[in-house]
C-alpha cells in the first residue's frame, strides 16, 4: 500500500477596514500586536501581512491583509478562543469599520 503525502494546508486570510478615528500609532499596535500571534500560538504554522498597493481601486477601504497558515482544522480551533487572539482582538475592535475572513484549503 503506498502513502500519499498531503501537503493541504489551512489558509485563515484577514482583511481589516480601519475607521477614520484610528490613528497611526494604533494601526502600528494592531499590525505589532497581530505579528506577535505565532510566537504564542505554536498551532499557526506560517504567518505574512502587507498593505493593499491595488492600482485597480477594488479595495472597497480594505487596507490590511493578514494571512495565518494551520496543518489542520484542529489548529485554527485552538487559535480562534486561544487567550491572545483574544486578546488581540480586543486591541483591535475598537479601531476596525469592517473585516472580512475567508479560510480554504490551499490546493
Do not use: Q
Amino acid at each position: 500500500m503506498k502513502t500519499i503525502k498531503s501537503d493541504k494546508t489551512l489558509r485563515h486570510v484577514v482583511l481589516f477596514k480601519f475607521k477614520k478615528s484610528a490613528t497611526d500609532a494604533n494601526i502600528k499596535a494592531i499590525e505589532e500586536s497581530f505579528e506577535g500571534l505565532p510566537s504564542k500560538i505554536k498551532e499557526i504554522k506560517d504567518f505574512e501581512w502587507g498593505t493593499n498597493n491595488s492600482p485597480e481601486g477594488l479595495s472597497k477601504g480594505f487596507t490590511h491583509c493578514f494571512f495565518v497558515t494551520f496543518e489542520n482544522e484542529e489548529g485554527r480551533s485552538t487559535y480562534l478562543p486561544h487567550k491572545a487572539h483574544k486578546a488581540f482582538t480586543e486591541l483591535a475592535s475598537p479601531h476596525i469599520e469592517d473585516v472580512l475572513v475567508i479560510d480554504y484549503w490551499k490546493e
